[in-house]
């Protein structure tokens, strides 16, 4: 199973794609061709706990939005 934004149509761009431990660290950027989350760190599982995650959106008007919010990785 994965995490990653989902985008209905062609409504909008992700640009970017992250995810974070709740102290910060970061352990999940998307690039090209990677844009769900695993659930691995460093090719490990990661731990069970909250995770954050950040993406910055462009709609096809040309607007920008972050958003953020956060995910349970249970195992």
Do not use: C, H
């Amino acid at each position: 199973v994965t995490f990653g934004p989902v985008i209905y149509g062609a409504t909008a761009d992700i640009l970017e794609f992250n995810v974070y431990s709740r102290w910060g660290q970061k352990v999940f950027t998307a690039t090209d061709g990677k844009k769900e989350w695993d659930g691995r760190v460093d090719g490990k599982d990661a731990p069970s706990d909250v995770y954050v995650y950040q993406m910055k959106i462009r709609f096809l008007n040309g607007e920008e939005e972050d958003r953020t919010g956060q995910v349970t990785l249970i195992r």
